[in-house]
T-cell receptor, first 116, second 112 residues
Framework: ETGVTQTPRHLVMGMTNKKSLKCEQH?????MYWYKQSAKKPLELMFV???????ENNSVPSRFSPECPNSSHLFLHLHTLQPEDSALYLC???????????????FGPGTRLLVL | DQQVKQNSPSLSVQEGRISILNCDYT??????FLWYKKYPAEGPTFLIS?????DKNEDGRFTVFLNKSAKHLSLHIVPSQPGDSAVYFC???????????FGAGTTVTVRA
């Protein structure tokens, strides 16, 4: 148990559906992250929020829309996805996005997404 | 462009023996390195880290070695236990950035 929870754990959706992924952290952290992990590939950073403000959008297609209503919650809204978007979506949090060299990110269990 | 590489996708080792996982990086600005461990159906969990001012960091059965001139680090697990069977990710960052760059992972299987 890392203090970061994600729901749902599994999601199957059609290309025309709209769905949302939810992440919640109970660690009192100020920064939250969305990552995508495709099979046998490195984790790809998608979005970063620090104190509810988006500080990073790593050239993510607009069919992925993040929302961070407060420092404890992070959403990823999905709309008209493609089959190649099927992957494990991981949420993480850290104390902040400061330049502390030894900042550690804590990950949730992920949402396994399948787009048909 | 992948800045952190784990060239061995899998490793099989007998229980009680040493597991050695390797990681190479290309960005000379990286100065902090982490290893994460991931079980199926769980997210990655932090395992051990090392700063560039050191060449070795040890935590129980886990030791990370850093060779800055070769841009190479390794994780040693000794003795290996069945519970160590997991995917291990190498990650790196530089002092001027909060973002982590990850390798693709190495799947370790410890045989009884």
């Amino acid at each position: 148990e890392t203090g970061v929870t994600q729901t749902p754990r599994h999601l199957v959706m059609g290309m025309t559906n709209k769905k949302s992924l939810k992440c919640e952290q109970h660690l009192g952290h100020n920064a939250m992250y969305w990552y995508k992990q495709s099979a046998k590939k490195p984790l790809e950073l998608m979005f970063v929020y620090n104190f509810k403000e988006q500080t990073e959008n790593n050239s993510v297609p607009s069919r992925f829309s993040p929302e961070c209503p407060n420092s404890s919650h992070l959403f990823l809204h999905l709309h008209t996805l493609q089959p190649e978007d099927s992957a494990l979506y991981l949420c993480a949090s850290s104390q902040g996005t400061g330049l502390a060299a030894q900042e550690t990110q804590y990950f949730g269990p992920g949402t396994r997404l399948l787009v048909l | 462009d992948q800045q952190v590489k784990q060239n061995s996708p899998s490793l099989s080792v007998q229980e009680g023996r040493i597991s050695i996982l390797n990681c190479d990086y290309t960005n000379s600005m990286f100065d902090y390195f982490l290893w994460y461990k991931k079980y199926p159906a769980e997210g990655p969990t932090f395992l051990i880290s090392i700063s560039s001012i050191k060449d070795k960091n040890e935590d129980g059965r886990f030791t990370v070695f850093l060779n800055k001139s070769a841009k190479h680090l390794s994780l040693h697990i000794v003795p290996s236990q069945p519970g160590d069977s997991a995917v291990y990710f190498c990650a790196a960052k530089d002092l001027n950035d909060y973002k982590l760059s990850f390798g693709a992972g190495t799947t370790v299987t410890v045989r009884a």
